[in-house]
């Protein structure tokens, strides 16, 4: 089973076969489908009220069981806390977060993190170099999400490797592990999204830091394409998958672990697996 941790929403028809049908040419069984963008992202070019970006998320994704809805927050709209209410009696299965004009530890938009956590969701955060048209490549950078340390029993992943910041996005990884020696009761926990944003000539440097540098990653990494549920570019997403493979398999991980990468992973960060997993935590010198 291959499922796909990031994919867009943007306005338009919502056709849900179609895009089954066009996973399904990617050889791609389901994925976390993430609602139109709010509007201070100003991505989707319209002007929509959360409740509706909500509706149509759910019609993408509908009750099949393969497509877990992701609503987008703007955790500093006055309203976040009821919308994020709101989008769990939906039954979303997570949330969405691109911290463009705050840090990842703005007071408020913390608050709005405890409270998806108390409700047992996870969250993507975007993080890397941010194509808005702004000044705000500040805001992005992973040293900045350690302020995710003080949210208890959050899960939450850093979409894009953090690209052009990988080797940064791997130290803060790192940081996550070390803390659970230290802080013992620690339970956030922390999900690297490889969903590209990494050029491909960056590609084979990035994933070979990534597995290579002695964390215990494996139970944490998901695979994800950033294409979109209204035209999906499955052939972009096959060959972002072949070419991953490639190095995935060069580097000499085996079927067990490209199944957690491909699938497994996603459904543990979304709460829908049950599998404990025993992670290898970092002391100094080791
Ligand atoms: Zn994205």
């Not at 709209?77 to 939906?90: S, T, W």
């Not at 139970?219 to 979109?228: R, S």
């Not at 998958?241 to 000499?252: A, P, Q, S, T, W």
Request: hydrophobic share 40%; with cysteine.
């Amino acid at each position: 089973m291959i499922l796909d941790g990031h994919i867009h929403t943007n306005p338009g028809k919502v056709d849900r076969q179609a895009f089954l049908g066009r996973l399904k040419s990617a050889g791609i069984n389901g994925g976390a489908v993430i609602s139109i963008s709010p509007d201070s992202l100003g991505i989707s070019g319209k002007k929509l009220k959360a409740a509706e970006r909500l509706d149509n998320l759910i019609a993408w994704t509908g009750p099949h069981p393969g497509l877990y809805p992701f609503f987008w927050i703007d955790p500093l709209e006055d309203d976040a806390l009821e919308q994020v209410k709101a989008a769990v009696m939906r039954k979303v299965a997570g949330f969405k977060i691109i911290c463009n004009r705050f840090y990842p530890g703005d007071r408020k938009a913390m608050a709005v993190y405890s409270a998806i956590a108390k409700e047992g969701k996870p969250i993507l955060f975007h993080s890397g170099i941010l194509w808005d048209g702004h000044n705000s490549a500040k805001y992005n950078r992973p040293g900045e999400f350690e302020a995710l340390l003080d949210i208890d029993g959050l899960k939450f992943a850093l979409a894009h490797i953090s690209w052009p910041w990988c080797d940064e996005h791997i130290a803060v990884y790192g940081k996550f592990l070390n803390a659970y020696t230290r802080r013992p009761g620690l339970s956030v926990e922390m999900f690297i999204d490889i969903t590209p944003g990494t050029p491909v000539i960056y590609r084979r440097e990035a994933l070979t830091k990534l597995f290579t540098v002695g964390y215990d990653v494996e139970n944490n990494v998901i695979f994800g394409t950033d294409a979109e549920t209204n035209d999906y570019n499955y052939r972009w997403a096959r060959e972002w998958m072949r070419r991953d493979r490639h190095i995935l398999k060069g580097i000499g991980l085996g079927r067990g672990a490209l199944n957690k990468i491909y699938s497994e992973n996603l459904l543990r960060f979304l709460g829908a697996s049950a599998k404990k997993v025993q992670k290898r935590y970092l002391r100094p010198a080791e």
